[in-house]
């Protein structure tokens, strides 16, 4: 706000000042905290945890940002009030002697108070601002200041004496808390809200199917951006957690690495080269057609690139998949004890969406995995609604994205209608569909699988038939026949056809290159004879021509035999016809 | 702490039926001094010479409002004859300052 002044200030109106709760999640929703100086009023029915929320919001304001704060209770006891909190592992006792909260019970009983005319809270003004003094607070907490009318019977001067109330603690500049019951179609019982304008937050309960569900949601807020959804909430050893912390901003790396599916052919379907890290697919189908066998081809690859991955099983028991698995030629085994590949299954119903969230997150935040496989995804319908599903599967898949994990989600269709929508409604979420349906022709049914989408890439747009068998799955490639596509037997009857036929052309083809080799065989032999011939013809040639050679060579020996005979002159010139010549 | 006694007549003197009164005020605000005078009027017309009644200013001893489980002021209370009565208001309500007191 300081940086840069004179020209924003005239801009934009001064944000208010926030106060951060501490509280995981929390403070995104309300972008930095409740209203700084001012009372924020929370409300909630029985049990919802209103004394919870505002406790954390004091010892975290002390553990976190050295804010030291009162306590003023009106319903439970001091003592309890710390045991409770114990539980949580805030030590109440340890903060009280260190001066850094100042706990005050207020009690009042409207058996041993006999009113006898005009009155004021005086007493209460006194005591809240001698605890404020007297350890510097920052923070009040007043839960539940409603107990009031419980006490005292003039409602008007109760009423009166509130507004005073946060008057005051407004110009203390404390930033207080204040509690509420949940009225009957109201906020709170006896509308506390129209005093406390700054800042109102409702916590619920919701039990559905006899699986409750927190929830919290930001009323009004005056003077500042909030999420203004319903969002559920946690209680457990660590406090409150508002989930998720990261749902309120689209912003997370991607990643170009692309990681293989395990099943080559399926890779080739992908351009090649398979999904993006990080991404989140989605493989949804009819009945046993095999989404888990590719699940866990999947997984049984990241292993192989000895990379952690962490399967979620909601249908079966570990030792159920990888007995299943190893039918396929998969041995989930040597995965399991290697620590790459870990199961946690638990049957859907054994506790509410919003715990199951939890546990991904806990399970995934000890494990640390690069892939994570949740089988099925459909179960969780179960337990909730498919909205509540719905919202708890997109708070997952940001968590696991943000985390840079490649998540893959089986589900369940319904066989009666081919929907092309998941019943989860999540289909618009994930990066990747993958759609496996049972393609009932010709008296069998076979594996039809198509990709619907996969974001970011190439992708093949034929529905291919996949097989599973001893050695695994495979898809198998795209067979025309003459009414279109075939699949299964047709497939493969076509395919015999196809063999015989090859066979019978291949069989005309030799029999067309036997003959082309015997009329190379004719002609070579023709070739042969022609030059057998035209070598008698040139030696014949060449027998009168040496004949000729020889018959001039003997006539002239001849000749000069017969010279030699003759003697005399004869030799004379024969001695000297050389050196004339 | 400042503690106004208001001079019982005969202090020491214990009587059974002895009221013993404490009144919480915070100073000299409307209905501390009407508190006040009402009271000492209640009691000098229906208990005179047998009550006690000390009248404390929590402004001036803010620690005791915590003590004392104060919240509503004025408080009076009566700490003896038993039981103990909390009575708060102006005590303008005659009647129910006395049935508050045991004295009708």
């Known amino acids: 706000m300081s940086t840069t002044r004179a020209k924003k200030k005239i801009v934009q109106p001064r944000k208010i000042e926030k106060s951060p709760t501490g509280i995981s999640g929390l403070d995104e929703i309300t972008e930095g905290g409740l209203p700084k100086g001012r009372p924020t009023l929370i409300c909630g029915g029985a049990g919802c945890g209103k004394t919870l929320l505002s406790i954390e919001y004091i010892v975290r304001g002390i553990l976190l940002y050295n804010e030291p704060g009162v306590i003023m209770v009106f319903e439970e006891k001091a003592e309890e009030l710390a045991a409770n909190v114990a539980s949580l592992g805030f030590d109440l006792a340890t903060l009280q002697q260190e001066k850094k909260v100042k706990i005050d019970y207020v009690h009042i009983d409207r058996s041993e108070i006999e009113e006898t005319g005009e009155y004021d809270l005086d007493g209460l003004f006194i005591r809240l601002g001698y605890a404020i003094d007297s350890i510097g607070a920052k923070r009040v907490m007043l839960d539940t200041i409603e107990n009031l009318f419980a006490g005292l019977q003039n409602e008007a001067i109760i009423r009166a004496e ?19 019951e949940k009225g009957d179609g109201v906020l709170t019982r006896h509308g506390l ?24 949601r930001i009323v009004k807020y005056r003077g500042s951006l909030h999420g203004t959804n319903e969002y559920p909430f946690l209680i457990d050893e660590d406090g409150i957690s508002v989930l998720p912390v990261t749902s309120l901003k689209l912003e997370r790396n991607v990643s170009s690495e692309r990681i293989s599916t395990g099943i080559p052919s399926l890779d080739k379907m992908l351009g090649g080269k398979g999904f993006f890290r990080g991404s989140s697919i989605l493989i949804s189908g009819t009945a046993g057609t095999g989404k888990t066998s590719i699940a866990v081809h999947f997984a049984n690859e990241a ?60 399970k995934v935040k000890e494990f640390k995995p690069r892939v994570v496989v949740i089988d099925p995804i459909t179960n969780l319908v179960s337990i909730g ?20 994990i490649t998540v893959i989600l089986t589900a369940l269709t319904n066989s009666a209608s081919y929907t092309e929508q998941t019943d989860e409604g999540v289909s618009s979420l994930v990066d990747a569909w993958m759609m496996v349906r049972d393609i009932e022709d010709n008296g069998e049914r076979n594996r039809g ?35 279109g596509v075939l699949i299964g037997s047709a497939r493969e009857t076509q395919q015999l056809e196809e063999q015989k036929s090859l066979a019978v052309h291949s069989n005309a083809i030799s029999r067309k290159d036997r003959e082309i080799k015997r009329k ?33 060579d003997i006539i002239e020996k001849n000749r000069l035999q017969m010279t030699e005979k003759r003697h005399g002159i004869d030799n004379q010139k024969k001695k000297k016809q050389p050196t004339k010549l | 702490m400042s503690k106004t006694n208001d001079k019982p007549e005969r202090p020491g003197h214990e009587e059974p039926d002895h009221l013993k009164l404490r009144l919480f005020v915070t100073g000299a605000s409307p209905n501390s001094v009407r508190a006040i005078s009402n009271i000492k009027n209640i009691c000098e017309r229906h208990a005179q010479h047998k009550y006690s009644l000390e009248i404390i200013d929590i402004y001036q001893n803010a620690a005791i409002a915590e003590e004392e489980q104060l919240v509503a002021l004025p408080l009076l209370i009566k700490k003896s004859p038993l039981p103990e009565r ?19």
């Open chain 1, 162 to 180: 509130l507004r005073r109330l946060l008057t005051w603690l407004k110009s203390k500049g404390v930033t207080a808390v204040i509690t509420a």
């Open chain 1, 193 to 216: 809200e129209e005093y406390v304008s700054d800042c109102v937050i409702l916590l619920d309960n919701r039990v559905s199917n006899q699986i409750a569900t927190r929830l919290l």
């Open chain 1, 303 to 362: 292993a192989k690139r000895k990379e952690r991955c962490l399967y979620f099983a909601f249908e079966e028991s570990p030792q159920q998949i990888i007995r299943n698995m190893r039918s396929i030629n998969i041995n989930l085994n040597t995965h399991v004890e290697s620590g790459l590949l870990q199961f946690h299954a638990s049957r859907p119903t054994l506790n509410g969406l919003e715990m199951h969230l939890v546990a991904i997150h806990k």
């Open chain 1, 385 to 404: 609604s498919v909205s509540e599903v719905k919202s708890m599967l997109i708070r997952l898949l940001d968590f696991l994205q943000q985390e840079q």
């Open chain 1, 449 to 483: 699988m198509y990709i619907m989408k996969s974001r970011g890439m190439s992708h093949s747009n034929q529905v291919r038939e996949f097989t599973i068998s001893d050695a695994g799955l495979d898809l198998v490639d795209v067979f025309l026949g003459e009414n």
């Open chain 1, 520 to 552: 190379e065989t004719i002609l070579h032999a023709k070739i042969a004879s022609l030059r057998e011939e035209f070598e008698s013809l040139q030696e014949e040639l060449n027998k009168t021509f040496v004949e000729d050679e020889l018959r001039k």
């Open chain 2, 86 to 104: 909390r009575l708060i208001g102006d005590m303008s309500d005659n009647e129910k300052v006395l049935r508050g007191l045991g004295l009708i």
